[in-house]
């Protein structure tokens, strides 16, 4: 019979429900896999339904490796209310008639928002301020700015428009880089248009490579408890690759080394029985593995 931690230890993608925090998600799932190895990359906000990525067992050592560069989403985002946090959560700053903000005047107001811009994020974010969160520093009732920081937003599209009496909702999508606030695009849209905006809905769609299309809800992992993808077939679609042949294989799974090829980046090499061995990094005259996806008690 198989090792049962081999058999789940791997990437997990969850369709996280709102309410719950990231943490709540890496504590149920220690539940359902009876492990304490468990660790998510890409924090949600409780607000947030959607992909979070979990890592099982040996796969916890890929979260920090893994280049989440990359998310989408889909959210819609109220004009006319301005509010402490920037979402539906926060106490209201502001009101405004937005009835009149055409949509000409949208559509401008979402392309200066497109494209490589600078962002300040918001205030309930986790970012650190001198050594503490700055969602802590608000509660306390802290005076303090964030600075901006550069972001791209590839993608910002209005997917429908919704006017409800002095209120205009707007469906978007969004393809951003990492570091990039939802919340804080509303906000600023919000702000350009002269009638205030926050967030109401946010769904996370994608992050790096993996989608909802491999996601699944907590309940349906609690039903039938397995990983989304075993550690092999995660590195394989998460880094670039090199393929190295049989005997290369034996000595990296062995810890020793091989000779570099002049990538700066992670990538993984891959035998010629397609099994990924090992997570490879560059430094001066060796290539060496920063994790062993296949250790040699496996080959």
Excluded at 154 to 168: H, I, P, W, Y
Excluded at 208 to 225: H, I, K, N, S
Aim: proline share 3%; hydrophobic share 40%; aromatic share 4%.
């Amino acid at each position: 019979m198989a090792d049962a931690t081999i058999e789940n230890a791997g990437l997990l993608i969850v369709d996280k429900e709102a309410g719950m925090t990231s943490h709540d998600v890496v504590s149920r799932c220690r539940k359902i896999f009876n492990t304490r190895r468990v660790g998510h990359a890409g924090t949600l906000d409780p607000m947030a339904t959607g992909v979070l990525v979990i890592g099982i067992e040996r796969a916890t050592k890929l979260l920090g490796l893994l280049s989440l560069t990359t998310k989408s989403y889909t959210a819609t985002v109220r004009l006319g209310v301005s509010t402490t946090t920037d979402d539906r959560e926060g106490e209201i700053l502001s009101t405004a008639d937005a009835s009149a903000v055409s949509d000409e005047a949208i559509a401008a107001g979402v392309a200066d928002l497109t494209g490589d811009i600078s962002q300040v994020p918001a205030k309930v974010s986790a970012i650190k301020v001198d050594g503490r969160r700055a969602h802590a520093l608000v509660r306390t009732g802290a005076e303090f700015d964030l600075a901006a920081r550069p972001v791209t937003v590839s993608r910002f599209e209005v997917l429908a428009t919704r006017r409800d009496g002095q209120f205009v909702d707007l469906d978007v999508a969004v393809d951003c880089s990492s570091g990039t606030y939802i919340r804080s695009l509303a906000r600023d849209l919000g702000s350009a248009l002269g009638v205030g905006g926050h967030l109401t809905e946010l769904r996370r769609t994608a992050v790096g490579p993996f989608t909802l299309d491999q996601a699944r809800t907590l309940d349906a992992v609690r039903e039938d408890p397995h990983v989304s993808l075993g550690i092999d077939e995660a590195v394989k679609i998460s880094f670039p690759r090199r393929d190295i042949s049989d005997e290369e294989a034996e000595s990296i799974s062995q810890g020793r080394w091989l000779e570099p090829v002049g990538r700066k980046d992670v990538y993984v090499v891959v035998d010629p029985h397609e099994q990924a061995i090992a997570l490879i990094q560059e430094k001066g005259r060796r290539a060496s593995s920063v994790m062993v996806v296949r250790p040699a008690t496996l080959r």
